[in-house]
């Protein structure tokens, strides 16, 4: 759980969101489905809706 979580913080660039928690569920059940293949695991979540995704606090405020 934790390596997941981590690489899936590192990859989207933020913190789990609670309605991700499905998600991250079935992302742990592949990564051990895969034989805990990092690189697997890497093109899961970068081929992922998630990963493309657009934190809304992320664009609001700040400078351009």
Do not use: H, K
């Not at 742990?28 to 934190?55: K, Q």
């Amino acid at each position: 759980r934790c390596v997941v979580q981590r690489m899936y913080n590192a990859a989207v660039g933020r913190e789990i969101a609670w309605g991700e928690r499905y998600y991250l569920d079935w992302l742990i059940d592949a990564f051990a489905d895969d034989g805990y293949s990092i690189p697997a695991l890497m093109r899961r979540i970068a081929t992922s809706e998630n990963f493309f995704a657009v934190n809304p606090a992320a664009t609001s405020g700040g400078t351009t």
